[in-house]
């Protein structure tokens, strides 16, 4: 079931739109048969279960932090991911600039848009984007390459569409900013059920868990 979900999805996405296998809960096993489906990005909510899969299915695809990361879980989140889509504060950016430094690499990351301006869901307010960037961007170690967001929870797609073309115009509004050391590359929007939503909006990273790993129409969270 999961190889022909992938391949189904693969054959729908669009040129130029990536596709991230959101494997929250899932098996290693499970993340295996998706990725000899012909996925190449696999994305991770916690770095623990990331760790698991790791040890399967190792440095054969790209692996995004996709979930909210805690600072005292940056030090391995930084050895084990290639992209970091989830960073929402300047402490966050620090703690990660500093054990990136340790390493001698340097940390493509997504800044996180609250883009429902919702209280109880990480990520930073449209209009307060600007300046964190602006103050990420005197990292050495960080790259930002682009915005994520989640929006809020509807049964109809239709109803993400206002938080992903809000997200979509700060997108285009600080790209044209031209901020050093600052590529606006990426816009990681859309998961099971507002994946196609999300593409019209202009995404190029979908995030998807529940249509590949179990076929249904509901999206993940």
């Known amino acids: 079931m999961i190889f022909e979900n992938v391949r189904r999805l693969l054959e729908e996405l669009p040129p130029g739109v990536t596709l991230v296998a959101a494997a929250k809960g899932r098996s290693p096993e499970e993340i295996l048969e998706a990725v000899e489906a012909g996925v190449e990005v696999i994305g991770e909510n916690y770095v623990q279960e990331a760790e698991a899969a790791f040890a399967v299915v190792g440095r054969r695809v790209k692996w995004h932090m996709i979930g909210h990361l805690q600072r005292n879980k940056a030090k391995r989140a930084v050895e084990l991911f290639d992209l970091i889509e989830t960073v929402d ?3 966050l950016a620090a703690e990660l600039e500093k054990r990136c430094a340790r390493l001698g ?5 997504l800044i996180e848009i609250n883009s429902g301006r919702e209280p109880q869901k990480a990520g930073v307010l449209p209009e307060e984007a600007e300046g964190l960037i602006r103050g990420i961007a005197r990292f050495e170690h960080l790259r930002v390459q682009g915005l994520m967001t989640m929006g809020p929870r509807f049964g109809d797609p239709e109803g993400a569409r206002p938080y992903f073309r809000e997200t979509r115009r700060l997108f285009d509004h ?4 031209a901020i050093p050391n600052v590529e606006m590359r990426y816009l990681s929007m859309g998961m099971s059920n507002t994946y196609r939503v999300a593409i019209e909006e202009g995404a190029n990273i979908v995030r998807i868990g529940t249509k590949i790993f179990e076929g249904g129409p509901k999206g993940d969270r």
């Open 105 to 109: 690499r340097t940390m493509p990351i």
């Open 89 to 91: 504060s300047i402490e």
């Open 174 to 177: 600080l790209r044209a900013l």
